[in-house]
């Protein structure tokens, strides 16, 4: 499995880091646009998908599958 698998609700770091100072995301909705929130102030923004696969840099821990 590689870095760049993600899935709704796993913890991402991106190349950036957030102007609140974080650097981790929790993916919330996945589609044509993913919406992540950030981990440090509570913000959430929504990009298309293929601007997000550029910018992820890792997936730091995978949802628990129920």
Do not use: Y
Request: glycine share 8%.
């Amino acid at each position: 499995m590689s870095d760049k698998e993600f899935g709704l609700n796993d913890v991402v770091e991106m190349k950036k880091q957030h102007p609140c100072g974080e650097n981790r995301w929790k993916i919330i909705r996945m589609g044509m646009d993913i919406r992540i929130k950030c981990l440090g102030c509570g913000r959430s923004i929504m990009i298309p998908r293929a601007e997000f696969t550029k910018k992820l840099k890792k997936v730091i821990e995978k949802a628990e599958l129920d």
